[in-house]
C-alpha cells in the first residue's frame, strides 16, 4: 500500500476515456479541436479571459511561465525550499538563460509579504546586483499548507508595488482550493498572481498540465518558447483531452476531496504532537523515530522518510479508504 | 481525406491497449517496469548493448541527442533543409547552450562524405571560429529518401576521420527501414551512428519517442539534461509503454509497411514525371500547378503546397486504402 | 614590412597622452570624469543625443548591441561572410542566449534591400521557425568596401517595413566615412541604423571601443548586460580617455585616412586587373598567384593569403609611405 | 582623500612604462612577444607548469575559470557573500550556461571544510537536484582576512574528496600573499588549487589580470572561450606587459605590501572594540555610528558605508602615508 507520491497513481477512468475519444484523425500540434478549446474552458473557470496552454509536466509549465516573467539578468524570489530550486535540476535557470532564484524563509515553505520586502531590500540596485523580476509561490506548498486568498492576496500587492511578476505553482493547486473551498479566481488573478502552472498529473491525470496566463497577451511569446524546448506535441489533442476531462463536473476538485479526505483521516489519526504541519492538502509530514517507521512499513506501507526523525505521507485521488483506515490504526496504535 | 501529415493520424489500437495496461499505480519518473525495459528492448532490437531513453517529441529527442555530441562553442554539420535547421524554432541553440548548425547541400535533403568533408574544410582552426563537433542526418530525410547502410557507413568514416559525433534524426527511420529493409544495426550502429532520434509518434505512437545511445556511456549525463529541459515526466510508464507496444512483433514496421504502401500506390500514379524524388518512405513530393492542386483538393483530399508548383502529400500507418485509391485515380486523371 | 592587420599597429601618440592624463586617482568602473563625457562627445558628433559605452572589442560591441535588438528565438539577418558569422567564435549565439545568424549572399560582403526581403520571404512564421528580429551590416565591409548613406538608408527603410533591428558593424566605420566624405549622421540613424559599433582599435587605439545607440531609451539594459558578461573595467577611464582623444579634433578621421591613403596607393599599383573589389577603405583584396605573393614576401612584406590565389593587404594609421611605396613598387613589377 | 576602493587607484608608474615600452607593432590578439611570457613568467612564480591567459576584468577571469570547472546543470559551492554571488550580476550563470550557485556560511566571509561538507551533504544525487561540480572560495576574503596555507589546504582535500574543481578568486591575491609570508605554491596548487584568478588591476595594474590554469591541459578551451565572451582584444600585448611588469622584481608583492601597511596602520588607530574583522589585507570594517561617520567625513575623508553602523576603508598602493596618518588620528580621536 503505497503513501509514496500522487505521482505514482494511475489516470483516473474519465481521462482514460477522454483519450479514446480523443483517438482520431485531427490536425497536428495544437491546431485540434481539443486544444482550442482551453482557452474557453479556463476562461470559464476563472471568470476571466485566459491564455491556457498544455504541456507534460510541472517542471516545463513552472519554467516557462517564469521564462516570461524573467530575463537573463534577473531574479526570481521563491522559498528556499521551492520545488523549483529543490526539485528541477535547474529548470528554471535553463529556460531563463541564468535568471538566479533568491532564496526566502517562511515556516511551512509558506511565504509572507514581509519575508518578499526584506529579500528585495537585500539586492542593490547597481549593475553589480541582479534585479528582482519576479515572485514565485508553491500553492499547496511543498510542506502541505494551502494559501487562502488573503495571503495571496497581500504577496500580490508587494509584487505590483515591486514591479514583480507573479507565479504560482500549482502543482497541487485543486488540494489547496479543495481544502479552502475558495473561489479559483480570488486565489489567483484577483489575488495578483500572474500565469499559473495548473497541475493535474498529480491529480488523475496522465500526462498533461495546464499553464495559465491571465493577461492572455503576455503569453504571446509561449508558444514559440514551448516549441524551442521541444514541449509542443505533435499530437496535442491528448494533452488538451486529458485537462478537459478533468475540469468536466469540476472532476479536478472531486478527486483532489478524495485525496485530501484520505489525508485528513490519517491526520486525525496521527494527533497534533506528530504533525509538523497542519494537514490542509494530500500530503502529511509527520513525526516518527526510525523504529516506527520500520514498524509501520513492516505492515505493508511503503512512503518516504523526509529528514531524520520526519516522514512523509502523501494520498492520492484514487486512495482506498480502506488502505487509509488501516494505516490511519496502524500510526494510532504506534 | 487528409494527407496532410502523418501527426495528424489517430494511436494504433495496440498502443492504446498498452496505455490501459499500464493505468495502474506503479513508481513515479523512469522508475517503472515499463520504463526500465526499454534499454533491453532496443539493446535486443540492434544486436548490441545500448541506453534507450523516452521523450515525448522528436525535436527533444534530437536535441538531447546533440547536446551529448557539441558543446556551445562548437558547430552540427547538417543539411540546409533539415529539420532541426527548418523546423525547430531554434531548439538546437537551446539545447546545446548556442553551438552552431552548419549548413551543407545535397539533393533530396541527403548528406554525402564529400559535401561533409567540404564543409569543415572550410571552417578554419583557430579560436575565431566554430569548430565542428556534430553530424546530424535525417533518415528517411525531409524529402522522403532513405539512406542505405552503405551511405551512412560512408558517412559515418568522414564522421570519424573528422572527430565528429554522429546523430541520426529518424522521425521516419521506421519508414526508411522498411523501404530498404536494412537491418537497424546495419544503418545505425554498425555505420558509425552515435544517437539516434527513434520516432514512434509518425508511426501510431501517442506522444512517445526513443532517443537510442549505442555506447551507454556516453549517455550518462541525458537523464539529467531531461530532467532540466522539463522532460522528465512525473508517469513515465505510459511513454515506455506504447514504446514496448511498438516494439512488440516489430509493429513498428509494418505499420511503416503499411505507410510506405501507400505513398508507393500514389506514386505509381503521379509517375516519375512528376515525382520531384523518388519516394522511399511515407512522403511525396509532388509537381502540380495551382489549378491541378485545386481540382484535387475540390474532390476532398487535403495536403500542403510545399513550394509554388509543388505539392507534399504524406501517408501514415492508417491510409485507408480506399482513399489512396481514389486520390491516385484523381492524379492520374490530371 | 607588415601589412597583416591593422590590430597590429601601435596605439597613436594622442591615445598615450590620453592615457597618461587620466592616470589619476577618480571614480571606479564607469563613474569617472572621462566616461561621464561619453554621451555628450557622441551626441555632438552625430548630432543628435544618444548613449555611449565603452568595450574593449568589437566582438563584445556587436553582441551587446544585437542582444538588445534580438531576443533568444530570434534571427539575425547578416552577409555569409559577416565577421559575427565567421570570425566571432560564436559570441552571438552566447550574448543572445542562441539566436540564429540568417545568411545573406550580396557581393563583396555587401547587403542590399532585396536580399534582406528576399531573406526574410524564406523564413516561415509559425512557431517552428525562427523570427527575424534584427540586420547587421559591417561598415566597411569584410571586402574595403564602404556603403553610402543612400544604400544604409535603403536597407533601414526595410528594417523599419519588416521590424528588424539594425545594427552597424563599424569595426572600420572611420575607413568607411573617411572614403566616401559622408555626414556620420546621414550613414547611421537617419538611415536608420539603431546600434553602431564605433571602432577605435583598428584606427590607433590602444583597447577600446563605443556602443552607440541612437536611441538612449533602448540602452536601458546594456550596463548590466555589460557587467554580466564581465566587460565592466573596475577603472573605465583608461578606455573612455582613449575614445575622447580620437574625438578630439577628429583624429578618427585623420587617422582613417592615413590607412585609407595608403591603401589607395597600393590599390593604383595593383591596377584594376588584379583588385577583386575597389579599395573603398584600408583593405585590399589582390589576385596574386602563390609564385608573386612569394616574391612579394621575399622583398620582406607580410601579408595574409586569403584564398587560392588571392592575396589580402591591410594598411594602418601609421603605415610609412616609404614601406608603401616600396610595395606599390614591387606590386607595380610583377 | 580617498578610502573608497582600490579600484579608483591610478596605474602603478612600472605599469605606464611598461605600455609605452609595448606600443609598437607586433602581432594581433595573443601572439605577440609579451602574450608568449606569460605562461613561463607564472610558472617560474608558482615552481609548476602552468597556463596563465590575460584577461581586462576580475569578473570575467572568474566566470572563465568557473566555466572549466562546472557544467550547466552544476553547482558552485562559494560563501554567501563570495563576489561572484553579490557582485558580478549574475555573471558566472552567464558564463556556465546555468550553473548554480551553492552558498555558504562562515565568519569574515571565509569557508571551512566542514561548511563545504555540510553544503554538498544536503544535496541529493538524484536527477532532480543540482550536483555540486566545484567549490570557490575568495582570497583575501570579502571582508579582508587571508587564507593560510593550511585553510586552503583542508579545503582542497575536501575539494578532493568530493570531486569538486577548485577555483580561488585572488582579486586580492597579492594582498593576501604579503600579509600571511606564504609561498604562492603552497596557498594555490600545493593546497589543491586549479584555477586562480590573480589579479593586478586593484593593485597598481590599468586593466589586466591574469587567469592561472595549474593543469595546464584543463586550460585547453579556454582560449575559445574568451574569444566567444569578446575578452580576446586584438592586442593583447597591451594587457600581457602590464601583467609581466607587475610580476618583475615582485612589484605586486611590493605593492600589495604598501596597501596592507596603510591598513595595518588604521586597524590600529581603531583598534580592536571597532574592528569587525581582523585587518588582514588592505580593507578595514569598522563599528562606527552615523554621527562618528559624518564626522570623519567632515575631515575629507571619503569611504563607504557597508552597513547600519559599519564602514569600509579601502586602501591602495599608493595610499598616501600623511593622509593616512590623518585619518587614523581622526579614527582615535573619535
Not at 474552458?41 to 504541456?55: C, E, I, K
Not at 481544502?179 to 479559483?184: E, L, V, W, Y
Request: aromatic share 8%; glycine share 8%; charged share 20%.
Amino acid at each position: 500500500m503505497r503513501f509514496f507520491s500522487d505521482n505514482a497513481a494511475p489516470a483516473c477512468p474519465q481521462v482514460m476515456d477522454a483519450l479514446a475519444k480523443a483517438n482520431r484523425l485531427d490536425t497536428a500540434y495544437d491546431g485540434d479541436a481539443w486544444s482550442k478549446q482551453l482557452d474557453g474552458a479556463f476562461s470559464d473557470l476563472f471568470g476571466t479571459q485566459v491564455r491556457a496552454l498544455w504541456v507534460t509536466t510541472g517542471t516545463a509549465a513552472n519554467c516557462l511561465g517564469l521564462a516570461t516573467l524573467c530575463p537573463p539578468h534577473g531574479a526570481i524570489l521563491c522559498h528556499q525550499v521551492a520545488h523549483i530550486e529543490v526539485d528541477e535540476a535547474g529548470a528554471p535557470a535553463f529556460f531563463t538563460h541564468g535568471a538566479k532564484l533568491t532564496l526566502l524563509p517562511g515556516p511551512g515553505a509558506k511565504l509572507t509579504p514581509e519575508a518578499v520586502e526584506e529579500g528585495c531590500s537585500r539586492i542593490g540596485t547597481s549593475v553589480h546586483q541582479i534585479p528582482p523580476a519576479a515572485l514565485s509561490i508553491t500553492n499547496a506548498t511543498e510542506y502541505g499548507l494551502s494559501y487562502r486568498p488573503d495571503e495571496v492576496g497581500a504577496l500580490g500587492e508587494v509584487a505590483k508595488r515591486l514591479g514583480l511578476g507573479f507565479h504560482m505553482d500549482g502543482a497541487r493547486f485543486a488540494n489547496a482550493v479543495a481544502f479552502t473551498g475558495a473561489d479559483p479566481a480570488e486565489v489567483t488573478w484577483r489575488a495578483g498572481v500572474d500565469v499559473l502552472s495548473f497541475g493535474f498529473v498529480k491529480n488523475g491525470g496522465m500526462n498533461a498540465e495546464a499553464l495559465i496566463f491571465f493577461d492572455p497577451a503576455k503569453a504571446d511569446l509561449v508558444p514559440r518558447l514551448r516549441k524551442r524546448a521541444g514541449h509542443l506535441l505533435s499530437k496535442g489533442r491528448y494533452l488538451a483531452a486529458q485537462i478537459l476531462a478533468m475540469l468536466e463536473n469540476d472532476l479536478w476538485l472531486s478527486n483532489a476531496r478524495a485525496a485530501n479526505a484520505a489525508a485528513a483521516a490519517l491526520a486525525e489519526a496521527a494527533g497534533p504532537e506528530r504533525l509538523i504541519y497542519p494537514v490542509e492538502a494530500n500530503e502529511l509530514f509527520v513525526r516518527m523515530t526510525a523504529e516506527e517507521a520500520a514498524a509501520i512499513r513492516a505492515q505493508g506501507f511503503d512512503f518516504y522518510d523526509w529528514a531524520p526523525g520526519e516522514a512523509r505521507l502523501v494520498t492520492s485521488w484514487d486512495q482506498e479508504m480502506d488502505a487509509v483506515g488501516r494505516l490511519a490504526a496502524a500510526i494510532k496504535a504506534l
